[in-house]
């Protein structure tokens, strides 16, 4: 098993290296990708130094998996490269979401679909992720007309320089500035570029994922993504219809049972989720369940997961782990 990790120094790729060791996934050679002026860096992991190498490079050394979280420039360019070759990519970016010909992938939810064909795979938006796995089960059950999300979305979303403005405004030092404003003490209805609708492409990747993912274009899906000044996770308000009445305590029921979700929703002693304490952890968290009770069949709900973790490097690692378990690579 040859694995490659590419974007390998970004907060994704340290987590992916993370999650792998947390993991235990099997691997005999590991190769490890980042930006050019990178190259030759040593990375240590699990008590071995490997030196950062070229894109090239291992592109030609044919992994059996990569896992790409370099961004949607590099992803287009060189995940096909990678695949002509034989190489499985599973991509972080934004860059195959949408293609018909791509899956993009929850496991739990449609890792079914996966096949030997399948050379390049995407991983879902973050703030997607965590929304469709609380929904799928309960879509299942009650089928969704329509959702409602406006998210809270961590400063780690936008990467290690968005961090490090945050704590250079909490600490009084001018640095540099990744976003239009000031983040911390603030919040920013703004996550990515703004499209002709009015709506940031943030907001229309929940919107259009969510009903690939769940594998129906009609449920109507409207989005509106907030950045504010957190680490840890993002957090989600949802508000979901149903085309069938649901009974509150057969949806907790239905959500415990659900793997990767862990439910924390007993408000009368201040338990609830929140990225405070999903950071570091794989599971998404949903709380604060209960009626809309201006329409029928609608439920409001609080999702919250760390977006580095199952929002990015473990769901990747899954999908690899997935298609190790089921013989779909080479290796």
Known sequence: MKLAIVGATGLVGQEVLKVLEERNFPFQDLYLVASAKSVGQKVSFKGKQYSIKSMEEVCNLVPDVAIFSAGGGTSLEWAPKFAEKGTVVIDNSSAWRMDPNKKLVVPEINGKEITDADKIIANPNCSTIQMVLALAPLHAKYKLKRVVVSTYQSVTGTGKDAVQQMMDERAGIEGNKVYPYRIDMNALPHIDVFQDNGYTKEEMKMVNETRKILGDATIGVTST???????????????????????????????????????????????????????????????????DESQPNTLNMWVVADNLRKGAATNAVQIAEYILQHKLVNA
């Open 225 to 291: 993504t907030v950045r504010i000044p957190t680490m840890g996770g993002h957090s989600e308000a949802v508000n979901a219809e149903f085309y069938h009445d649901f009974d509150l305590n057969e949806v907790r029921e239905i959500l415990k049972k659900t793997a990767g979700v862990i439910v924390q929703d007993d408000p009368k002693n201040n338990i609830y989720p929140m990225p405070l304490f999903s950071q570091g952890k794989d599971e998404v968290f949903v709380g604060r369940l209960r009626r």
